[in-house]
């Protein structure tokens, strides 16, 4: 794991489920903190219709603002749905888009309003794009491990989607647990089988906390060769077009655990502890992840 990318996905999947917009320049300082926090990639936001996710309208300013002054080694992605998304995201300077396309026909069209295989063509097609303009691309494949309309997705058809991925040379894959519905055996099990078709893809894994087994999920996709995961600061998150929304693993749980197995040391966790306190403070509610509450175990502690 010593080559274990950290993506925070706070500013684009923790807070598009929020009702109450957050100012840009609160989201510009918790993302500039981030920055500085030893993660690897910050995703800044998504290029979605405002009035469909208002917390995201602000997602092209936030890019213009990030990236005329940042730190080199930090990454910051955004995500995208359509070829309209994409020339908004290539317009304000976005470093990695991340798009994909949904298993479960159900909450793809909830979603994107387009079929499985609809999307999957037209996300292809864009990631082709943004290869072509030099920038990365992260392509996924969403309710991997089960839908909250349509219940068990086969994993033959995660693998067929993966499969048109490879095909078109696009080898930097998530598989995301949307619904929450994923456990450990069956993380193992479907990673080994995607890299089975190609040994040398990038997998990242993308899990929701709906039912306890975020965490637990995660070290099920490292063993099974991950490398790159997504967390969001204080555990926020969801998706608002699946049935039961619930939040990511929190980051500074996860750099905890890291850490605590002397893992990932470069990374600042009383920073990302801050942070998670200060966005807990802004919505003024109890947050997911349990650290920033706690505080971290001393270094040479005991469990």
């Known amino acids: 794991m010593t080559d274990l990318l950290l993506h925070e996905v706070g500013p684009r999947d923790g807070l598009q489920m929020e009702r ?3 100012p840009t320049d609160v989201k510009e300082s918790w993302i500039r903190r981030l920055m500085t926090a030893g993660v690897d990639i910050v995703q800044v936001g998504s290029f979605v219709h405002p009035e469909k996710v208002p917390q995201m309208a602000d997602t092209d300013e936030l890019f213009r603002r990030l ?3 940042k730190d080199r080694t930090v990454t910051l992605s955004g995500l995208v749905l359509n070829e309209k998304g994409l020339e908004r995201g290539l317009a304000c300077g976005v470093e990695m888009f ?3 396309a949904s298993a479960s026909e159900t909450h793809s069209r909830k979603n994107t309003g ?3 295989d ?4 037209r996300i292809i097609g864009a990631a082709r794009q943004a290869l072509a303009a030099g920038v990365k691309v992260q392509v996924s494949v969403q309710s991997a491990f089960g839908c909250g309309f349509e219940g068990p997705i086969a994993e033959s058809r995660v693998l067929d989607m993966v499969g048109e991925y490879l ?6 894959i998530s598989l995301a647990d949307t619904a929450g519905h994923a456990h450990p055996a069956q993380v193992e099990r479907l990673y080994a089988a995607v890299r089975r078709l190609d040994a040398a893809v990038q997998c990242t ?3 929701h906390n709906t039912y306890g087994l975020g965490m637990a999920n995660i070290f099920a996709a490292l063993r099974a060769g991950a490398t790159s995961v997504e967390t969001s600061f204080a555990g926020l998150g969801g998706c608002p077009f699946t049935k039961v929304a619930a939040g990511n693993v929190a980051t500074e749980d996860f750099v905890h655990a890291l850490q605590r197995d002397g893992l990932r040391m470069d990374v600042n966790l009383e920073r990302l502890i801050g942070i998670a306190r200060d966005v807990a403070a802004h919505f003024g509610r109890d947050m997911q992840g349990f650290v920033h509450k706690t505080g971290p175990i001393p270094s040479g502690g005991t469990p």
């Open 205 to 207: 894994c993308h899990f």
């Open 67 to 69: 990236v005329t002054q």
């Open 118 to 121: 609809e999307a999957l063509r």
């Open 20 to 22: 109450s917009v957050v």
């Open 98 to 100: 991340c798009m994909g």
């Open 167 to 172: 095909a078109a040379g696009l080898a930097n």
């Open 114 to 116: 387009m079929s499985t």
